[in-house]
């Protein structure tokens, strides 16, 4: 997978601040940027430029070796899949906020244009949509994450059951105790993984909710925005036209006026 440069300074930089200092990487950050410049005046390419100066987790592990005065840094396989797997995760998270953003646009009244109205209405039917949409897997999602719940719950029951009724009988059975023992084991073990997950899942669930709430209350805003400036167009009109009606009686009476003189 080829590297922008961008990309290779971004990911140069996740390696290096572990070991350095925000100073420090900036410096470092700095005189890479510097090849990139002297490689674009020399006619390379970002792709020539990065396959000279190699791989960004390699180059980190030699400037780290230089601070811990070990020359054993080399290049690995191992290298090149980081490196992979980080440009893979850069651009999915690139491509996730280009998304985020163009959705945010388009669902977002815009305030200075003259055709805010309809747009303000449209937007509304769609985050309606959107809302209702989500309802049913989100109303399936609560759903099992409560099942998983109880179902949690009612095997620690069953077991601490199970352990009291039968505690007496293995414990009078040697063969039993061990087999008894490590499938003990094995289930604590599973129960706390299980619950480890279900915890996490709970709180991913609850964090995308938020999101969508926050996310939902910015789009509001503008909504909001939208229905005073439209409040606020109509007290215009209002007022321009009782001044419109205003000039017109006095125009009115001026000419009254001049034709009684006149007469």
């Known amino acids: 997978m080829t590297l922008n440069k961008a990309e290779f300074l971004e990911i140069l930089k996740d390696y290096l601040k572990k070991d350095f200092s925000e100073d420090e990487v900036a410096d470092i950050l700095r005189d890479y940027e510097e090849y990139f410049v002297d490689?674009?005046?020399?006619?390379k390419s970002d792709m020539?430029?990065?396959k000279a100066l190699?791989?960004?987790k390699t180059i980190a592990n030699e400037l780290i070796s230089q601070i811990r005065n070990n020359d054993?840094?080399?290049s690995s396989k191992r290298d090149s899949i980081d490196d992979r797997l980080n440009v893979i995760k850069?651009?999915?998270k690139e491509n996730y906020n280009k998304c985020k953003k163009y959705i945010s646009e388009k669902l977002?009244?815009?305030i200075e244009n003259e055709d805010h109205k309809a747009s303000r209405k449209c937007i509304q039917v769609v985050l309606a949509i959107l809302s209702l949409f989500l309802i049913i897997p989100a109303f399936v999602v609560l759903m099992t994450l409560i099942t998983i719940g109880i179902g949690l719950v009612a095997s620690l029951v069953i077991y601490t059951g199970i352990l009291i009724f039968t505690f007496n009988f293995i414990f009078s059975t040697p063969q039993l105790?061990?087999?008894f023992i490590f499938g003990s084991m094995a289930f604590?073990?599973?129960e706390i993984l299980a619950w480890q997950i279900y915890i996490f899942a709970i709180r991913l669930c609850k964090k995308i909710v938020k999101s969508y709430i926050n996310w939902m209350k910015t789009r509001n805003i503008y909504i909001n925005a939208s229905k005073k400036k439209e409040e606020y167009e109509k007290q215009e009109i209002e007022i321009n036209d009782e001044k419109s009606n205003y000039h017109d009686n006095e125009e009115s009476k001026g000419y009254d006026k001049g034709d009684e003189k006149y007469e």
Do not use: F
């Not at 490689?39 to 006619?43: F, K, L, R, S, T």
């Open 177 to 179: 105790i061990g087999l």
């Open 90 to 92: 850069l651009r999915a």
């Open 39 to 43: 490689g674009v005046i020399e006619g």
């Open 188 to 190: 604590i073990g599973g």
């Open 48 to 50: 020539e430029i990065i």
């Open 72 to 74: 054993d840094a080399k």
């Open 54 to 56: 190699g791989s960004p």
């Open 108 to 110: 977002t009244p815009n």
